[in-house]
């Protein structure tokens, strides 16, 4: 797991550079037919990408996008009418069962159907109209990490194949972001010790970084096996806070701009009732470190659209550390396999 | 919180008879200009209950269904293009502030905008072009029970405007399959005892009963501050099913019908990992009995097109009993207020 995170800023900037052609083709095809709703198809970490997606691609073009429930289709045999949309499936493995009934019926009802797998043999690549690939390498480790980067990398490009206005020399200074990221590891592995005994946990998140939320508690679920619930800032203040005792851990993504003051609230409400509250965050905003217990800083400014990418990396970090921690094997988390087929 | 669960039924009844009318000319809209995608906008309970009305809607008319993300409106200000799409807003008391922000801006987008509330004064009354009202009465508790199970006969009221094969006969039987659920107080007060030092939990549910596991997760947390995680049985076997240990209390809806063989599936997994399992389901699913730890069976065939109302009233019950078992109010849950106003 530790292997494949320290690899990430190579495989970003691999998918960056391998898939662009592909990705200007599509935008051509893209201005000729913009849909009119985007829909976005997986499960587990592949979801937590499309959550990022979702918020990505309406803040930035304005289309609305709706993450499938498969169960609708696979168990329920419902046909859904997706004429003028386009269907974006995504899966490591390619082989969802699920997500690729999905874009099955997709394809026949007549949507523009995307599948982003790391597999360009899979099912799904044969499936799917348009195939991205995620370039980042066979992904050995249950717990997937640069898949998951290069699946975030791959809703920026396809915001921008909407019509999104992303300058290109952002995208391309992503994979250095990520390297700094990365300068953080002893500081968090030390960090980590600390949680030793942690068997439950909140992750907040608000916005860009609210998929990293459930993408940073999956991960300490499956690692870990710590108990982590995941929340939206509003959400959570809408009942689950009730949960929250003294010394409750809630970990927070904190990044400057839009989602700052919805975060600073919560903050100041977990110090009001005494939780341990450990913030991601970078140089950007400095007003975190009066506020949580923990502050993890990237040593850079981000701009708050480019931080979910560098900001699951300390988070990814976290989690493998803290396995350590407690004895456990990341790699080989109990009851899981690497592909898990559901209808 | 006991006394407004009971009022269930009645509360039902008064829904359907008074909102029937209104229905009626709505649905004649809807024949008229049939939308392309439907989205809905909620936070908290009224977000549970848009789950719900998510599956509903896509099961029953094909026609796609969005859960509305507020903050990419509230927060970062984007334009959503919601042309030929219906818009509806689910609160409550009608004055969730980034709720009614959706609202507004669909509004002036072109959408058809509803607004689905308990208080017919309210700001969100006023805003929406079509009112559809959850005659519950006031609910005092700040743990909602009978606006959550209103506002499902609502959504099934809204999924037949939209064109759903619903008979009016089964939608008038829901009253008295909640007075039939309610029956079941004694049995699951008395089950709540054995569960007094629990202080995690999963909920699991799929489907149509994916939004009763958000909801009964909730009301444990609000109510008895239980850490309770929920997932659809496909989503908890991608990665989180890893925090199953021994003794690991998990929750699960069971009807018979489409989602049974996943949640049968799930429940010899969970048996093999030795968690205890506690089931809710009906008389037209005895083979429950034989797989989970303890059952509750609501004493009628239910189908399970209709089980989403009658099932979750055991899992209110048990959440207000649990509450009285660890010695907390469940009307004054901590840190939380009856209205909560998020941006």
Redesign the interface.
């Known amino acids: 797991m530790l292997e494949e995170i320290r690899q990430q800023p190579e495989a970003l900037a691999r998918t960056l550079a391998s898939e662009m052609k592909r990705i200007e083709k599509f935008k051509a095809l893209m201005d000729r037919r913009k849909p009119?709703?985007v829909?976005l198809a997986a499960?587990?970490?592949s979801?937590n990408a499309a959550q990022f997606g979702?918020?990505l691609i309406?803040?930035?073009t304005?289309?609305?996008?709706?993450?499938a429930?498969?169960?609708?289709q696979t168990?329920?045999?419902?046909?859904?009418?997706?004429?003028?949309?386009l269907v974006v499936a995504i899966s490591q493995s390619g082989e969802s069962t699920?997500i690729n009934v999905v874009l099955e019926q997709a394809r026949k009802a007549g949507a523009v159907t995307v599948g982003i797998t790391n597999e360009a043999g899979s099912a799904m690549a044969k499936l799917a109209e348009h195939v991205f690939l995620v370039r980042a390498g066979r992904e050995k480790s249950v717990a997937a990490t640069k898949t998951y980067s290069g699946q975030l990398m791959m809703f920026y490009l396809l915001a921008w194949a909407l019509g999104a206005k992303l300058r290109m020399e952002d995208l391309e200074n992503i994979p250095a972001l990520a390297q700094t990221a990365l300068s953080l590891e002893m500081e968090v592995t030390a960090l980590a010790e600390r949680y030793r005994f942690m068997n439950?946990a909140v992750v907040v998140g608000?916005?860009l970084n609210?998929a990293n939320a459930f993408e940073f508690a999956?991960k300490m679920?499956?690692?870990s096996?710590?108990?982590a619930?995941r929340f939206?800032?509003?959400?959570f203040?809408?009942?689950?806070?009730?949960?929250?005792?003294p010394d409750f851990p809630a970990f927070l993504f904190a990044p400057s701009g839009?989602?700052w003051k919805?975060m600073e609230e919560m903050l100041l409400r977990l110090r009001g009732?005494k939780a341990e509250t450990v913030a991601i965050t970078d140089r950007r905003n400095p007003g975190v470190a009066k506020l949580a217990t923990r502050v993890i800083s990237i040593p850079e400014r981000i701009p708050e659209l480019f931080t979910a990418i560098p900001y699951i990396i300390p988070a990814q970090l976290f989690a493998a550390a803290l396995a350590a921690e407690k004895g456990l094997d990341p790699d080989k988390?109990?009851?899981?396999a690497k592909i898990?087929r559901?209808?």
Do not use: F, Q, W
Not at 62 to 67: A, E, K, W, Y
């Open positions: 009119r709703m829909v499960r587990g970490t979801d979702r918020y309406e803040i930035t304005g289309i609305p996008v709706s993450l429930a498969p169960s609708v168990v329920y045999g419902a046909k859904l009418n997706y004429k003028d949309a699920d439950h608000r916005g609210y999956l679920m499956e690692t096996y710590v108990i619930e939206s800032a509003a959400d203040l809408h009942g689950p806070i009730a949960i929250v005792e839009p989602t919805s009732l988390p109990r009851t899981l898990t559901t209808l």
